[in-house]
């Protein structure tokens, strides 16, 4: 297993225009989260899914976010009309339920790199 | 509210000395507790894992505790070497009535460790 991957891994975009991100997850593990990291602080919780169903999302993710997980595989996370306060490292996640994945799981979260965003 | 700190910031020691870094969460109902490693510009590099019905978990000279009742966590390092520098953070996942709670972790703001040779 290869483990969490994101892409890309850096970012640099003028404000105002749309960014993408994508997020593999380990293969056999059903539960796939996005954060989001500013310098100096700990990771800040946007989203979750199980399989293809998003089942919450925080405040912090505005109408300008959107992820999606349409074949319970990969995630994308979308930011429309970029500001320079989404200047951030996006984090991608994932994990499985107990018998979620292909045996009983203890629920541990694995990170991928992460993708850096820089908007000028 | 749900939150996690973690004391001190910043900590500098010098090569193998053991050291202790804390965690404290303000509601004891979690499910379980994750430690993690991040270094400069990195992802996060999960270290050790402790459920709400364990004590404590050890993985090499790493040794977490978890105390519910005063809601505090520690990470134990022994022998710290340079290699050990990075940010340390610590998360938890909250229970839920009744069920298994494996949702969204909260994160401490980390601590920065530094050990010099």
């Known amino acids: 297993d290869t483990g969490v991957s994101q892409d890309p891994r850096h970012k640099i975009t003028k404000r105002g225009q749309n960014v993408t991100f994508r997020c593999d997850p380990i293969?056999?593990?059903?539960?796939l989260y996005w954060y989001r990291q500013t310098l100096g602080q700990g990771p800040e919780f946007l989203t979750y899914?199980?399989?293809?169903?998003?089942?919450?999302k925080s405040r912090l993710l505005s109408d300008r976010f959107s992820a999606e997980r349409p074949k319970g595989s990969f995630s994308t996370l979308e930011i429309q009309r970029t500001e320079q306060g989404d200047s951030a490292m996006y984090l991608c996640?994932?994990?499985?339920?107990?018998?979620?994945?292909?045996?009983?799981?203890?629920?541990?979260?694995?990170f991928g790199e992460g993708s850096r965003l820089t908007v000028l | 509210k749900q939150e996690v700190t973690q004391i001190p910031a910043a900590l500098s020691v010098p090569e193998g000395e053991n050291l202790v870094l804390n965690c404290s969460f303000t509601?004891?109902?979690?499910?379980?507790l994750q430690w993690f490693r991040q270094d400069p510009g990195k992802g996060l590099t999960s270290l050790l894992l402790?459920?709400?019905?364990?004590r404590e978990q050890t993985s090499g000279r790493l040794n977490a505790s978890l105390d519910k009742s005063s809601g505090r966590s520690t990470l134990y390092i022994a022998a710290s070497q340079p290699g050990d520098s990075a940010t340390y953070l610590c998360?938890?996942?909250?229970?839920?009535?009744?069920?298994?709670?494996?949702?969204?972790?909260?994160f401490g703001q980390g601590t920065i460790l530094t050990v010099h040779p």
């Open positions: 996640a994932s994990s499985s339920t107990p018998y979620g994945g292909r045996g009983p799981s203890t629920g541990e979260l694995f």
């Open positions: 402790i459920q709400s019905s364990q």
């Open positions: 998360a938890v996942r909250w229970g839920v009535a009744g069920g298994t709670s494996y949702g969204k972790l909260t």
């Open positions: 899914f199980q399989n293809e169903a998003q089942l919450e």
């Open positions: 509601d004891s109902a979690i499910y379980n």
């Open positions: 293969s056999e593990h059903n539960r």
